[in-house]
T-cell receptor, first 109, second 116 residues
Framework: GQNIDQPTEMTATEGAIVQINCTYQTSGFNGLFWYQQHAGEAPTFLSYNVLDGLEEKGRFSSVLSRSKGYSYLLLKELQMKDSASYLCAAMDSNYQLIWGAGTKLIIKP | DTAVSQTPKYLVTQMGNDKSIKCEQNLGHDTMYWYKQDSKKFLKIMFSYNNKELIINETVPNRFSPKSPDKAHLNLHINSLELGDSAVYFC???????????????FGPGTRLLVL
């Protein structure tokens, strides 16, 4: 079956760095997405990886290892506004997104 | 300029009623989606649709039906609403289902459905 695993909740301190992990199992693979979802709002796109390696976008970076079925999202210089859920989603061979349940990130002062 | 819009934002209704949720995208995208996000925050795909193909998640009850009057709209009609249908429903769109590269989906604001 197809499956996405990510931690349910994480806590970090303002100004620090946090890494959110995601492992995936899909029928075929056409890339790995990270989305941010604030409470009561729609998911918004953060990053996309299809090849092994690092994608950087400002304070956010995402890394993919296809051989390990693994990705992580790295958030640097954490700000209070980064408190949100972070959703990992893998695209299968039918170009359908398989979503994780999301990791709720709590930022403390 | 709203990229993906949904109406209504909130919908409270009684069991057994029939309701529709509207979705419009002004991005010129070819593919639109409906997702259900339950209380556990899982995003579950319900339908994906472009002008060529409707893909239905087989777990979706046939009380749910998508209707697309044109490429920019994909409405969700729900018959005989049940308590378990209470959730947030998100519409989304992307450029091309089959392009396979950077298929970023853009989400609407969500419709919070509560069935009493």
């Amino acid at each position: 079956g197809q499956n996405i695993d990510q931690p349910t909740e994480m806590t970090a301190t303002e100004g620090a760095i946090v890494q959110i992990n995601c492992t995936y199992q899909t029928s075929g693979f056409n890339g790995l997405f990270w989305y941010q979802q604030h409470a009561g709002e729609a998911p918004t796109f953060l990053s996309y990886n299809v090849l092994d390696g690092l994608e950087e976008k400002g304070r956010f970076s995402s890394v993919l290892s296809r051989s390990k079925g693994y990705s992580y999202l790295l958030l640097k210089e954490l700000q209070m506004k980064d408190s949100a859920s972070y959703l990992c989603a893998a695209m299968d061979s039918n170009y359908q997104l398989i979503w994780g349940a999301g990791t709720k990130l709590i930022i403390k002062p | 300029d709203t990229a993906v819009s949904q109406t209504p934002k909130y919908l409270v209704t009684q069991m057994g009623n029939d309701k529709s949720i509207k979705c419009e995208q002004n991005l010129g995208h070819d593919t639109m989606y409906w997702y259900k996000q339950d209380s556990k925050k899982f995003l579950k795909i319900m339908f994906s649709y472009n002008n060529k193909e409707l893909i239905i998640n087989e777990t979706v009850p046939n009380r749910f039906s998508p209707k697309s009057p044109d490429k920019a709209h994909l409405n969700l009609h729900i018959n005989s609403l049940e308590l378990g249908d209470s959730a947030v429903y998100f519409c989304a769109s992307s450029q091309d289902l089959e392009r396979g590269i950077q298929e970023t989906q853009y989400f609407g604001p969500g419709t919070r459905l509560l069935v009493l």
